[in-house]
């Protein structure tokens, strides 16, 4: 199970976030342990004009994941 993060736009025209959730709540309880969603307000599916929300949940997920990588940011 490898972990996984979702980064989804709250006004998202291919997928709203309850539809993210359905889908999560569909996985494995080993997999659910290691999944973040990360739902952007305001965003659509290509988080136009949001992308420095998606680089930061992108990071902090990381570095979640991987602490030694708090020093190269």
Same mark, same amino acid.
């Given at each position: 199970d490898k972990p996984r993060l979702f980064i989804l736009g709250k006004k998202d025209q291919y997928g709203s976030p309850a539809q993210l959730e359905e $889908?999560?709540?569909?996985?494995?309880?080993?997999? $659910?342990r290691v999944t973040k969603a990360v739902i952007v307000p305001g965003a659509d599916h290509f988080l136009t004009g949001h992308l420095e929300k998606m680089d930061a949940a992108l990071a902090a997920w990381l570095i979640e994941?991987?602490?030694e990588l708090q020093e190269i940011k």
């Open positions: $889908l999560i709540a569909t996985f494995p309880k080993t997999t $659910l994941r991987h602490p």
